[in-house]
């Protein structure tokens, strides 16, 4: 596992915040000219309690210790953005991402095919490449599609872009509270989404990396990159891939009092790539972050409303 102190460039690979100073802002349409988007649920909102006094993850990451904390009614995505929503957004407002405007995302090596140019690493987990062309449109680079893809969640998306997405939508991005109140399903202080073990009665109820990290996946829960957008059964509120499939985006600042993670925000759920042998971050109590400007092909978004 990493160290204590490590950022975890492991979950996703990312930039300086400096590298783009500015872009464009989107404004949420009137109300009546809003996009009906992907399905969402009601959550009555309430006292839970937050994060975990387990000592299994890191703490550094500040999960603990728990805490009650409450959270107002709202209305919650079912599933992540997905391509053909994000599609949507881009055909009706032009927007460009930030991966598009820097040329480059990040992209798991074991997803390139064996005849892709050479790329640079990420340092300290060289499994990230630096890939021209990659963007939400072409999740492996240029010659990639997404013909088969269009319901899995969009990828390659920055926090600026998602908080772009959310405005037109009519929506916002999730606080770190309400989206751990929403991902435990009702369920008090259990790991996952649906209870305490990962794989129930050994079936698979989420998409993280199975086999021997990061050279063999087994793919034994049935994939090896993204999973559609509403694979497995979802939690107790009706919620899909809580866990799992790809990190998802924040409101709020990672902690503005850690120098390692100062402009950072906040990611949570784990992703595809998650493996308890290093990054034991797919429980509903795991935090992660990254910088607001940064990309990769494990991480998404899903948004809320106020009720």
């Known amino acids: 596992m990493p160290s204590p102190s490590d950022p975890a460039p492991c979950c996703a690979a990312g930039r300086e915040t ?14 009546a000219a809003r996009p009906a988007g992907g399905a969402m649920v009601t959550l009555p909102g309430g006292t839970f309690l937050m994060g975990t006094d387990a000592g299994d993850g890191y703490p550094a990451d500040g999960e603990g210790p728990v805490r009650e904390v409450t959270v107002a009614p709202l209305r919650v995505d079912v599933t992540t953005v997905t391509n053909a929503a994000f599609a949507e957004f881009v055909e009706a407002t032009g927007w460009i991402t930030l991966a598009e405007r ?19 690493g990420v340092a300290a987990a060289p499994w990230w490449r630096e890939v021209y062309g990659a963007d939400w449109r072409h999740p492996e680079g240029p010659a990639s599609k997404l013909d088969d893809r269009l319901d899995h969640p969009v990828v390659h998306v920055t926090w600026r872009d998602a908080r772009a997405y959310a405005r037109w939508a009519g929506k916002r991005l999730p606080t770190e509270q309400e989206w751990e109140y929403a991902a435990r399903g009702g369920l008090v202080q259990n790991r996952y989404p649906w209870g ?18 990061p050279a063999v996946n087994t793919a034994a829960d049935g994939y090896v990159g993204t999973a559609p957008a509403d694979a497995f059964p979802p939690n107790g509120y009706g919620l899909h891939n809580m866990t799992g499939n790809v990190w998802e985006w924040c409101a709020n600042w990672f902690d503005q009092s850690d120098p390692a993670r100062a402009g950072a925000k906040a990611m949570r759920g784990g992703s595809y790539l998650c493996h308890d042998s290093y990054c034991f971050r797919y429980r509903v109590d795991a935090r992660s972050s990254n910088t607001p400007d940064s990309s990769a092909g494990n991480i998404g978004f899903r948004c809320v409303a106020d009720v």
């Open 18 to 31: 400096h590298q783009l100073l500015a872009v464009p802002s989107v404004t949420a349409p009137p109300a």
């Open 102 to 120: 820097f040329g480059t995302s990040f992209v798991f090596a074991g997803l390139l095919p064996d005849d892709h140019p050479p790329t640079r």
């Open 196 to 213: 305490q073990e990962r794989e129930p009665g050994g079936e698979h109820r989420m998409n993280v990396w199975q086999g021997r990290f």
